[in-house]
């Protein structure tokens, strides 16, 4: 399945130079995941208590997406490039991924049409796709990163979202089935992140 994971590696070649600029400063990749996560934390916790009165703080949202995409791959790259894997890295990659998109989905709990229970499910199975890849490693196998709507097709789907949102374009009660379309292809994610891995297995094994 199709996903924006496939055109990280042109990504990662634009960003290499700021992250050895990082290094020779001696910042370290967990200093840039954390730094990520702060960032998230901060523009969900304004956009929830703020966002419903004034919707044009939205607009931080697509800005903020962006900037979080390129934090994630210089972080990446610091610590593959420059010897700063870690186990405690490898863990706050992956839990601040979930968290961050905790802070970043929930704001739109709070925005008509959508509600609590659409855009909690898309939060819920988010996190359910992000453990379906990483549990790859359990069977030693590479984590996964199958579509569709992994990490980063779901950040740009919400930060399109909250551009519209910010712009004060109406929302159609039609927008209130989006949540329920992207827990379904998220769904479909999960399914192909648990089939790949397996068969992915039965190879190493034969």
Same mark, same amino acid.
């Given at each position: 399945?199709?996903?924006?994971?496939?055109?990280?590696?042109?990504?990662?070649?634009?960003?290499?130079?700021?992250?050895?600029?990082?290094?020779?400063?001696?910042?370290?990749?967990?200093?840039?995941?954390?730094?990520?996560?702060?960032?998230?934390?901060?523009?969900?916790?304004?956009?929830?208590?703020?966002?419903?009165? #004034?919707?044009?703080?939205?607009?931080?949202?697509?800005?903020?997406?962006?900037?979080?995409?390129?934090?994630?791959?210089?972080?990446?790259?610091?610590?593959?490039?420059?010897?700063?894997?870690?186990?405690?890295?490898?863990?706050?990659?992956?839990?601040?991924?979930?968290?961050?998109?905790?802070?970043?989905?929930?704001?739109?709990?709070?925005?008509?049409?959508?509600?609590? #229970?659409?855009?909690?499910?898309?939060?819920?199975?988010?996190?359910?796709?992000?453990?379906?890849?990483?549990?790859?490693?359990?069977?030693?196998?590479?984590?996964? #990163?199958?579509?569709?709507?992994?990490?980063?097709?779901?950040?740009?789907?919400?930060?399109?979202?909250?551009?519209?949102?910010?712009?004060?374009?109406?929302?159609?009660?039609?927008?209130?089935?989006?949540?329920?379309?992207?827990?379904?292809?998220?769904?479909?994610?999960? #399914?192909?992140?648990?089939?790949?891995?397996?068969?992915?297995?039965?190879?190493?094994?034969?």
């Amino acid at each position: 399945m199709i996903t924006l994971y496939q055109i990280k590696p042109a990504f990662v070649q634009l960003l290499r130079p700021i992250a050895a600029n990082l290094v020779k400063k001696r910042l370290n990749a967990n200093q840039v995941t954390l730094s990520a996560l702060t960032g998230s934390i901060v523009v969900g916790t304004l956009l929830i208590m703020f966002g419903n009165t #004034y919707p044009v703080l939205f607009l931080l949202m697509p800005i903020w997406m962006f900037l979080r995409m390129a934090l994630n791959a210089i972080d990446g790259i610091m610590a593959k490039e420059h010897n700063q894997k870690s186990s405690l890295g490898g863990y706050l990659n992956e839990l601040s991924d979930v968290i961050a998109d905790l802070f970043l989905f929930l704001p739109f709990a709070f925005i008509a049409p959508f509600s609590i #229970y659409s855009i909690g499910t898309v939060i819920i199975l988010s996190i359910i796709s992000e453990l379906c890849g990483v549990l790859a490693h359990s069977i030693k196998v590479e984590r996964r #990163y199958d579509g569709p709507l992994g990490k980063s097709d779901r950040a740009l789907i919400f930060g399109a979202l909250a551009l519209w949102v910010g712009l004060s374009f109406p929302l159609s009660h039609l927008a209130s089935y989006l949540p329920w379309l992207v827990s379904l292809l998220i769904l479909i994610n999960c #399914y192909n992140r648990i089939k790949n891995a397996l068969q992915v297995e039965k190879t190493q094994e034969h």
